[in-house]
C-alpha cells in the first residue's frame, strides 16, 4: 500500500502548494502580480499532468469499470473548468462575478472529485501494487 500512496505523494504536494499560491494570489488582490500569476498557473499545469500521468499508469493496471471512468472524467471536467477560470480571472475588462465564485468553489468541488476518483481505482484496482 506504501508503493501506492508514494505514487501519489508527487500529485498531492503540487495541489497543496496550488491551494497555498491561489490564497496567496487572492489576498494579493488584482491585478495579479504576472510572476505571481503565472508561477501559480505552472504549479496548477504541473499537478494536473503529473496526477494524470500517474492515473494514467494506474489505468492499465487497474481494470476500471463505468462508475470509475465517470468519476475520472469528472474530475477531469473539474480540472479543466478550473484552468479555464482562472486563466479568466486577470483579463481586462472583468468578467462577470460568477467566475471568480466559480473559481473560488470548484477547487473544494475538484478536491473531493479527484479523491473520489482515486479512492475508487483502489477499491478497483487490487492489481496495484505490481505496478
Known amino acids: 500500500m506504501s508503493a501506492i500512496i508514494s505514487k501519489f505523494a508527487g500529485p498531492a504536494i503540487l495541489f497543496v502548494l496550488i491551494f497555498i499560491s491561489g490564497f496567496w494570489l487572492s489576498h494579493l488582490g488584482k491585478p495579479y502580480s504576472a510572476l505571481f500569476f503565472n508561477v501559480h498557473k ?3 499545469l504541473a499537478g494536473v499532468i503529473f496526477l494524470g500521468l500517474v492515473i494514467y499508469q494506474a489505468r492499465a493496471a487497474a481494470q476500471l469499470d463505468a462508475l470509475a471512468i465517470a468519476a475520472l472524467v469528472f474530475t477531469a471536467i473539474c480540472c479543466l473548468l478550473m484552468i479555464i477560470t482562472g486563466g479568466l480571472q486577470n483579463i481586462d475588462p472583468p468578467l462577470p462575478a460568477w467566475l471568480g465564485v466559480v473559481h473560488r468553489i470548484f477547487p473544494y468541488v475538484t478536491m473531493v472529485a479527484g479523491i473520489g ?3 475508487l481505482l483502489f477499491l478497483r484496482g487490487q492489481s496495484w501494487v505490481e505496478w
Open 117 to 119: 476518483a482515486i479512492s
Open 42 to 44: 505552472l504549479i496548477a
